[in-house]
């Protein structure tokens, strides 16, 4: 049965691969953006443009609107998640907050992959003071916006919330982030990466991996946060050397002298593992794939775009 969707931020990478799947799945769907990146969707989808930060203009876009399922891509911040919660409050069947993996990098290391019990997620301090909304602390207060965030959702409880922490996403030339990018950067240029811990595997899945997964959250009925991945997380040192293989290149690689900020030396590059047990998941009835079944196709894409 089609189902009434909204779509906060949908223009962009996996967002855009999101929508693409609704529209398949013969949904109506509408997307709120500010309306400075251009969509591909035509009349196939309504578009409201709003600034998802201005409660103020969230309640007049959707102050009585009743929505199946609402997708947030763009819940960052406790302020986000209140804002959700006083403009959705009994409007929306499910609602659906696209979280991280890195929800989880701020814990000890736990000698195996994270399950999401491994966050308390409630118990964690709310600030409520802290600048959210300035542009230049946007990477700074990425992970505790998005712990905060689930934070704020969950105890307030009134949303049918799902919280989707997705693993590292990679995806061909869509992918702005540019992470992937940088190892065929460098695989190409023949620069040695430097790297501290060559046993660190993270997880990861590919964009249009993250983009179903989300649709399937959507359409269960179960709440409370969720773990997605791949199976066969890497190391950044592996992912190197991936690159290298699948660009028939030799990798050049050297351990650094001393331990390094996380992601410092370069993008996944941490002291410790990163790995998300997706068990959840897979007991909710989700089969997820394998990093060998597309990461190759991946980077040919990527090494195209530096050509």
């Known amino acids: 049965m089609p189902k009434n969707i909204l779509v906060i931020g949908g223009t962009r990478f996996f967002g855009k691969l999101l929508v693409q799947r609704l529209l398949r799945a013969g949904h109506r769907v509408t997307i709120a953006t500010r309306g400075y990146a251009p969509d591909p969707f035509g009349e196939r989808i309504a578009r409201v443009r709003v600034d998802r930060r201005n409660e103020n203009a969230m309640r007049a876009a959707f102050g009585h609107s009743r929505f199946d399922v609402v997708y947030d891509q763009m819940c960052y911040s406790p302020l986000d998640a209140a804002i959700s919660v006083r403009v959705f409050g009994g409007r929306t069947g499910r609602y659906v907050m696209t979280s991280t993996i890195d929800a989880y990098r701020e814990l000890e290391p736990a000698g195996r992959a994270f399950v999401e019990d491994d966050l308390h997620v409630e118990a964690q301090p709310i600030d ?15 992970v505790c916006g998005k712990i905060q965030a689930e934070a704020y959702l969950y105890r307030d409880g009134s949303l049918p919330c799902v919280t989707a922490r997705l693993a590292h996403v990679l995806g061909g030339p869509d992918d702005f982030t540019g992470r992937l990018a940088h190892y ?41 946060p969720v773990n997605a991945a791949a199976d ?18 030799t990798a050049h690689a050297r351990q650094a002298a001393q331990v390094a900020a996380p992601g410092s030396l370069s993008p996944f590059d941490f002291p410790s593992p990163l790995v998300l047990d997706t068990s959840r998941a897979q007991s909710l009835g989700y089969r997820f794939g394998h990093t060998d079944d597309w990461l ?9 775009a530096y050509v």
């Open 232 to 249: 066969g997380p890497l190391s950044a040192y592996a992912l190197h050397a991936r690159v290298a293989r699948t660009l028939d290149e």
């Open 184 to 224: 065929v950067d460098l695989v190409r240029r023949r620069q040695a990466l430097p790297y501290s811990n060559p046993q660190a595997q993270v997880s990861f899945m590919e964009a249009k991996q993250a983009a179903n997964f989300l649709v399937w959250a959507g359409e269960q009925d179960f709440t409370g």
């Open 128 to 142: 409520a003071c802290y600048p959210w909304h300035d542009p230049a602390r946007a990477i700074e207060s990425y």
């Open 296 to 304: 190759d196709i991946v980077i040919r894409q990527h090494d195209l």
